[in-house]
């Protein structure tokens, strides 16, 4: 892992993950997108890796950010792309396509939720899915992601 990229993490957030700690609290809790970027930053740093945090309400822009990461040579993707994990394809060929170990992550138990959240697009792309865990999510799937690249604690 020689480059800075070699080392690099990207975590992408898609539409209204913006809104975390306004929009309904009671399902994802109070934890901001901040709070989500600061533990992704810690968590990755515990391997010896970087995360890139990225956020955007626009699908055309996420799938741009994973084409951009085959390109930078990132080690990994951990997504949480909101209402298009259940919508977009495009979103799943994109990460198909640049075939980097991905893990899905969901703030709430999509299954307790509306009968068209159980379905996941993005999750039949990832090596892995979490859901239910709040933002504690995202710590665990950078320590399962740094497992699967070999990436041990600092």
Do not use: W
């Amino acid at each position: 892992m020689a480059t800075a990229a070699a080392k690099t993490v990207y975590v992408l957030n898609g539409p209204n993950l913006n809104l975390l700690g306004i929009r309904e609290p009671e399902t994802y809790g109070h934890a901001t997108l901040a709070d989500v970027e600061k533990l992704c930053v810690e968590a990755a740093a515990r391997f010896g890796l970087t995360a890139d945090c990225r956020q955007s309400n626009h699908e055309g822009e996420l799938i741009d950010f994973i084409h951009e990461a085959r390109e930078k040579g990132v080690v990994g993707i951990v997504i949480n792309a909101g209402g298009y994990s259940h919508t977009s394809i495009a979103l799943h060929d994109a990460l198909v396509g640049v075939k980097i170990p991905t893990v899905e992550v969901h703030v709430s138990n999509v299954y307790q939720r509306e009968s068209f959240r159980h379905h996941s697009f993005t999750a039949k792309a990832a090596f892995a899915s979490l859901c239910g865990f709040g933002i504690e999510g995202y710590r665990l799937a950078i320590s399962g992601l740094a497992a699967k690249i070999g990436a041990t604690a600092v």
